[in-house]
């Protein structure tokens, strides 16, 4: 167990004091409101703070995972034996510059849409309504209605696991649907770099009333859930193969298929984190079987299940 690394736990302590939580109850980290403890779980105040964490976490070789908000993650029951290290709403800065913005990976996404939408630019309309950060959204490539993070990104800061920096140009991001190079290198995305464009301010509201409009509307959002739970199969939607299978409403405990979209495996009302990789397992077997089109998983497991 880490706990038992007493070296480790003597240095995170000097680094972060009083701010270092143990067994932290991830579902109150997490939009699916299920999962365990973490064993340690500390919030950077700083890019030297990110760094220094990451330098203590390889000279003692800790796992670690990297935490926005929570939105595309389902933690195990046991929990997570190891750190977490989360950049949710610290280093969330915003430089604007003309029609370029400069914006921090803590930054809530739907933060920055809208202070885009309050200077007339436009291109982040589609990111509204989603409930990641930057840096999470960039990781994954994120996207809605059309709209990638790919399609306004210049470059972005990245920090490797020994706490160096460098900048990425958005041609070298290897970006694809829901993913970009960060997958394969282990680093973190700490900012990015966007390109913008001028717009009437009321023509931006319009139609991040629209989308959102949409959402409202087509997805589940009354629920916890961590959005989409499967990636678009190439020639299919996941939701129309999961319905055709006539498991619309099917559900393990309180882990449920909405009834509104199939696409979304959601938090019926006390459901384990067991419950939801069950229902998640079941329905990659059933549309397998009656479809032959394997599904795979956007939502990301952490910890044993």
């Known amino acids: 167990m880490l706990s038992e690394n007493i070296d480790f736990v003597k240095t995170i302590e000097k680094l972060y004091g009083s701010r270092l939580l143990r067994n932290e109850p991830m579902e109150a980290h997490t939009t699916f409101r299920v999962g365990g403890g973490a064993a340690f779980f500390v919030t950077p105040s700083s890019l030297n703070e990110l760094a220094d964490t990451l330098l203590v976490c390889k000279e003692f070789d800790v796992p670690y995972y990297i935490l926005g908000n929570g939105s595309n993650i389902l933690v195990s029951d046991k929990g997570y034996d190891g750190l977490i290290i989360r950049l949710y709403n610290t280093m969330d800065q915003m430089e604007f510059d003309g029609e370029i913005v400069t914006a921090g990976c803590g930054l809530m996404l739907s933060r920055l849409a809208n202070e885009a939408k309050n200077r007339g630019l436009s291109g982040l309309e589609f990111a509204s309504g989603i409930p990641g950060t930057l840096g999470g959204a960039v990781f994954m490539n994120a996207g809605a209605y059309g709209g990638e993070m790919k399609d306004v990104i210049i470059d972005v800061q990245v920090m490797d696991r020994a706490g160096r920096i460098r900048t990425v140009k958005v041609s070298d991001m290897d970006f694809g649907y829901r993913k970009s190079i960060l997958g394969a290198t282990g680093e973190i995305a700490v900012s990015a770099r966007m390109s913008l464009n001028k717009k009437p301010i009321v023509e931006i509201e319009e139609l991040m009333r629209d989308l959102n409009g949409r959402r409202r509307e087509k997805q589940p959002l009354e629920y916890p859930s961590a959005g989409s739970t499967f990636k678009r199969p190439e020639g299919y939607f996941a939701g129309k193969l999961i319905e055709d299978s006539g498991l619309r409403g099917f559900r393990i ?53």
């Open 253 to 305: 405990g309180d882990a449920m298929v909405s009834t509104k979209h199939c696409g979304f495996v959601i938090n019926a009302g006390k459901a384990t984190a067991d419950d939801i990789k069950q229902l998640i397992d079941h329905i990659r077997e059933k549309v397998l079987s009656d479809s032959g089109v394997e599904l795979s998983p956007e939502v990301r497991l952490l910890g044993e299940f």
